[in-house]
């Protein structure tokens, strides 16, 4: 059971349920992914079968592809997360250099008066 267990927990944290919206499209992405990774069919059924816990046995070919799944998924988290990261350095260096004009301006006089 040990193995139904981590096949759960590695196929949950390889298609979290936020990112997907909802089981059907985690189901759909899982078969999409495992199916060319694995010789025997691999379906929906199974998948939400590996999702709840409930599969009686978790093959070989099965836990080396959650395993690159899950590999996969931290790769496309990593990327957002540097993406994120370097549109946040933008926001803050703009951030600066307007705060930087405006103390160079100094504050705004009324000439002519």
């Known amino acids: 059971m040990a193995a139904v267990f981590e096949a759960q927990k590695t196929f949950r944290d390889a298609w ?20 060319p ?13 590996i999702y709840e ?4 046995r978790i093959d070989s ?5 959650l395993r690159a799944a899950e590999r996969e998924q931290a790769r496309i988290e990593q990327r957002e997360l540097r993406a994120r990261l370097a549109s946040l350095d933008e926001k803050i260096a703009a951030f ?3 705060a930087h004009r405006q103390e160079v301006a100094g ?7």
């Open 16 to 35: 979290p349920l936020e990112r997907y919206g909802k089981l059907d499209n985690v189901f759909f992405e899982a078969v999409r992914f495992i199916s």
């Open 107 to 113: 504050p705004v006089s009324e000439v002519g008066r």
């Open 61 to 65: 070919e099965e836990m080396d592809a």
């Open 53 to 56: 816990g409930t599969a009686r």
């Open 37 to 49: 990774r694995v010789t025997k069919q691999f379906t929906a059924r199974r998948a939400r079968s």
């Open 96 to 98: 600066e250099a307007s």
